[in-house]
């Protein structure tokens, strides 16, 4: 527990950005067909997302997962880049996305555990009757600490360093938008 509360420290410390979109699968059709196709849309939405918000190049490190089509970063990277021409205030804008071994990315891993805590407060807001083991519970209040918050099921007001985006539209503000208040000063300690 503990380090892994290091690691999300060592992650929102680290002077690199966190966004996080989550999905609300029931609303959004298209994971209602083909899981894999719905992964990289919604990715694609959250680069665009991201550089609408915020302007700017980005390099991406996305998790190398084991897909039917071993191009999908490639196609993301293309997507992505044709919609910032095309639609940007700052059609300098770009992206790059590399498919990377998450094993090899220590902060890879500790934006997979911040995401996977982010969703199963997410969840457990939309099902009440999910079950949470309790370690998982205290290291979701501990993380919704760091940022200032009871929890983590809340989409957030822009800012420059943790975000979570809550899509379709319908699902925005779901329970709340949240500001966030980073420090680790506000971290839950033993």
């Known amino acids: 527990m503990n380090a892994a509360q290091e690691c999300i420290e060592s992650l929102l410390g680290g002077g690199v950005a966190f966004n996080a979109i989550v999905v609300r699968k029931d609303q959004f059709f298209k994971w209602q067909s083909d899981n894999e196709e719905a992964f990289w ?83 457990h807001y939309l099902d009440p009757d999910t079950a949470v083991h309790a370690a998982k519970q205290e290291m979701i209040s501990r993380f919704a600490a760091l940022v200032g918050w009871d929890t983590l099921h809340y989409d957030t007001m822009p800012n420059a360093a943790f975000n979570i985006w809550h899509f379709p539209i319908e699902f925005r503000a779901c329970p709340a938008t949240r500001r966030v208040v980073l420090s680790t000063q506000n971290a839950v300690t033993e």
Do not use: M, W
């Open 41 to 123: 849309v919604t990715y694609h939405e959250l680069l665009r997302h991201v550089a609408r918000a915020t302007g700017g190049t980005y390099e991406v490190f996305a998790d190398n997962r084991q897909d039917s089509y071993d191009k999908r970063g490639e196609v993301l990277e293309l997507t992505t880049n044709y919609y910032l021409r095309h639609h940007s205030a700052q059609p300098q804008q770009s992206v790059r996305v590399t498919l990377v071994d998450s094993h090899d990315y220590p902060l890879l891993q500790c934006a997979d555990i911040l995401t996977g805590a982010i969703v199963t407060a997410t969840n």
